[in-house]
């Protein structure tokens, strides 16, 4: 049985309306009452927490998530007692799929949804931990001690880190975890931080940090303002209309220079410590008093640079440094104020969860500023950085969301409905359902249209209702989610159709004019905008595009729908579906996949080409002989990358290389993924199909869990994300849409 270890036990996770929050050594029943827990740690515990979080990066730098697993089946499992009816090959399948399944309900929620892991990034956590300190609010002993195991975890050999846990050094990486390590109290002397400082002065030193480590330097005063490139609060007070007016950026890049203009433009800092003069001294290559400033702002070290800097962006850069010198005081001030609004709208609408992790830990430093560290607001904040927070067998990391909860209950409904399956764990799936029932959202946002939001009434959103920033794939998944348990009956119907028609209509007015779905609003701006993108780490980040996945879920979710509400806006869902499909022929590559922007990476992308061709191919309404082709061409590549073994393996270098870069081994994300492209194409070679499922099969443990492989998610092309319940899901779900094939 999978063991639990001493210090796990003292943990434990708390889940209310989605929200997830680890708590240690805590005997309050509630979540509330947990959120200002702090424990005095003795040696012992310390010592126990290092030998319990031990963790092998050189095996494999994902975590498997054993902390949360064994501790939810240390509650109590019974193994999976039935036997496979015979040694048919249906048979196996039908049997690993219960088998599967039967384990991975024990990961619910009470409420019904799947926690796991949601890492990945190494440059979130160093964010809060930074607001932390500067604020002298510092997270629980416990939690620190954890962070610290995390980080030294991760350290890769040649003593830096890197952007994400399977990256090589970079200096982002290795700059943030080297400070946040010595702000929560690391020795400076420590081999560690010895090997890293190596690191750092062999690279460059921390002059050449990207420009968001540059800005969390700043704030930190480890680091001149004067060395940043301006990020011209008054852009905030220029007419809407103009194209480049930051209203229209992609609402991620919105939220994160919203805050840091912010900081900009008051030029936040530190008050200077011994702590803050000694890193001045620990990371760079020269004196701190003789860094040429303004030479630095462009300085990016090669390790890091992933979208060079445009003439365009040069240009604007000169523009905006040389406003600062004249900035009007007056001008300034009502910036500033403009978006210290714009960010309590944007903490209330959250409930001050914020829309993602580097926002969190940003608008925490601006409420700081404006309020204080003892006012309600700050106060409010310091709660929501718990729910960041995720607790792994590598230490406690913060994760790129507060959760992906609807994301994957909504998928492993639909997953466990593609065939009569689902139907045989009537309370699991009722649980899920409810889930999602609550998680949409049922009112529209405050002041949504003050600040550029548009509706969400009707949709989902990625993580929980409290979040509420409408996503349309998510809003996809969870229609279809509702429609599948309908359809098979499972439960009574709680989403009405009334509410699943809002849903429609959400996504509906969610279409691109250029056919397709981006993720959380219409494209706003021209292509040029991204000539703009001062991040130098991430690529397409200046306004919402639309993708392939968004496009080909949303035309997915808005054809199941009219197969239960065949009347209902018909002429426009199917006018709709056939601009969506366009936009994804267009989007095929010559080599017949798809690029996918949110999972490691073609096989992702060409489940969602595929999968929307099939959606559409018998409806009549658009060239089905067109279509074939389309498929055929997408199977060829598929099945050209399968592996000797029955599988196929693609390593997260695909996503920045836009190139198939092949991994080592087989994994079984890649190969669910591939798998499920392949029969939603009706692929005529049965055992090209059945040779990935064997693989698929093999893998599963006695338990009924499959391990975790490599790194499965990617956001903004060069930075990967940990997708823990993806290794159940993907599985399931392509073994079940096999047997629901044959089984009708
Ligand atoms: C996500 C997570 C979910 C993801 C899908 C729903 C899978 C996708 O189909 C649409 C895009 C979306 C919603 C998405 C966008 C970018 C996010 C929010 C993330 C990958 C999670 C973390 C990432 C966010 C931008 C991380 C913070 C970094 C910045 C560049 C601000």
Redesign the pocket.
């Known amino acids: 049985m999978l063991e639990v270890k001493k210090s796990w036990k003292d943990w434990k996770l708390f889940t209310k309306n989605g929200r997830q929050f680890w708590a240690y050594k805590s005997k309050a029943e509630k979540l509330e009452d947990v959120v200002h827990e702090n424990h005095e740690l003795s040696e012992a515990d310390i010592c126990q927490m290092k030998e319990d979080f031990a963790f092998n990066k050189a095996v494999n730098p994902n975590s498997g998530d054993k902390v949360f697993r064994h501790l939810q089946i240390a509650k109590g499992f019974e193994a999976y007692k039935n036997e496979a009816k015979s040694d048919a090959f249906e048979d196996k399948v039908e049997h690993t799929i219960k088998k599967g399944f039967h384990f991975f309900k024990h990961l619910l929620s009470d409420e019904g949804h799947l926690p796991g892991d949601y890492g990945g990034?190494m440059f979130?956590m160093p964010g809060l931990i930074i607001a932390s300190y500067l604020a002298k609010k510092p997270l629980p002993n416990q939690h620190q001690e954890l962070m610290k195991i995390y980080i030294n975890n991760h350290q890769n050999d040649d003593g830096g880190w890197g952007f994400h846990i399977e990256g090589h050094s970079t200096m982002f990486g290795t700059v943030m975890q080297y400070v946040s390590m010595r702000l929560l109290g690391a020795d400076k002397h420590e081999p560690s931080l010895a090997k890293a400082r190596n690191w750092i002065k062999a690279n460059g030193g921390a002059s050449s940090i990207p420009s968001w480590g540059k800005y969390y330097l700043s704030v930190l005063n480890v680091y001149d303002w004067k060395g940043f490139n301006s990020v011209f609060p008054e852009l905030w007070l220029l007419p809407k209309w103009l194209p480049f007016h930051p209203s229209r950026y992609w609402c991620?890049?919105r939220?994160?220079y919203l805050p840091m203009a912010f900081c900009f433009g008051h030029k936040i800092k530190a008050e200077e410590n011994d702590l803050i003069l000694s890193l001045r001294e620990e990371i760079y290559t020269e004196k701190y008093e003789e860094i040429n400033w303004k030479k630095q702002r462009d300085n990016c070290a090669e390790t890091d640079m992933y979208t060079d800097q445009t003439k365009w962006l040069k240009l604007m850069n000169w523009f905006t440094n040389t406003y600062e010198k004249v900035a009007p005081k007056f001008l300034r001030k009502r910036a500033l104020n403009y978006i210290m609004d714009y960010i309590n709208a944007e903490d209330i609408q959250t409930k001050y969860v914020n829309?993602?992790?580097?926002?969190q830990a940003m608008n925490s430093i601006c409420v700081w500023k404006e309020y204080g560290a003892d006012s309600e607001q700050f106060e409010k904040h310091y709660e929501r950085w718990f729910d960041y927070l995720w607790l792994a067998e590598d230490g406690m990391k913060m994760g790129?969301?507060n959760g992906?909860q609807l994301?994957e209950t909504a998928f492993t409904i639909r997953a466990m409905n593609e065939s009569k399956i689902g139907k045989e764990f009537p309370e699991a799936m009722t649980k899920m359902y409810d889930f999602v029932d609550y998680t949409q959202i049922k009112e529209e946002n405050y002041k949504h249209e003050e600040f550029f939001r548009q509706p969400a009434k009707g949709g989902w959103p990625?993580s929980t209702l409290e979040h509420a920033w409408v996503?349309t794939?998510?809003t996809a998944e969870g229609l279809g989610a509702c429609l599948s348990m309908h359809h098979q009956k499972i439960g009574e119907q709680k989403v009405s159709g009334d509410r699943l028609k809002e849903a429609v209509d959400l996504l509906l007015g969610m279409q691109n004019k250029d056919g397709g779905w981006a993720?959380?609003e219409t494209t706003r701006s021209y292509n040029w905008l991204e000539k703009l993108n001062p991040?130098e780490v991430?690529a397409d980040?200046m306004q919402d595009y639309s993708?392939v996945?968004?496009t080909s879920?949303t035309i997915q979710g808005l054809l199941e729908f009219k197969e239960q509400y065949p009347d209902y806006r018909k002429a426009e869902i199917e006018e709709a579906v056939v601009e969506g499909l366009e936009v994804i022929l267009e989007k095929q590559r010559a080599d017949g996949s798809w690029y996918g922007?949110?999972?490691v990476c073609f096989t992702y992308g060409t489940m969602f080409g595929i999968e929307a061709c099939a959606r559409i191919k018998g409806l009549g309404i658009y060239d089905a002989a067109k279509l074939d082709k389309v498929m055929a061409k997408a199977c060829d590549f598929l099945v050209k990358h399968q592996k000797a073994d029955g599988g196929w393996g693609e390593s997260f270098e695909s996503c920045s290389t836009k190139e198939y870069v092949e991994a080592y081994t087989s994994q079984v994300i890649n190969t669910a993924w591939s798998l499920l492209g392949l029969m939603a194409a009706n692929y005529k070679d049965a055992s090209v199909i059945e040779n990935g499922m064997k693989l698929l099969m093999s893998r599963q443990t006695n338990e009924g869990d499959w391990l975790q492989e490599n790194i499965s998610?990617?956001?903004?092309f060069n930075?990967m994300?940990t997708y823990s319940n993806y290794r159940n899901i993907f599985p399931l779900w392509a073994l079940n849409r096999w047997y629901g094939k044959q089984i009708k």
Do not use: K, Q, R
């Not at 998610?713 to 903004?716: D, E, I, R, S």
């Open positions: 990034p979130l991620h890049s939220m994160v829309i993602g992790p580097v926002n790129g969301y992906d994301w990625f996503v794939d998510c993720t959380y991040s991430f980040i993708w996945e968004c879920a922007g949110w999972g998610g990617v956001f903004n930075c994300e």
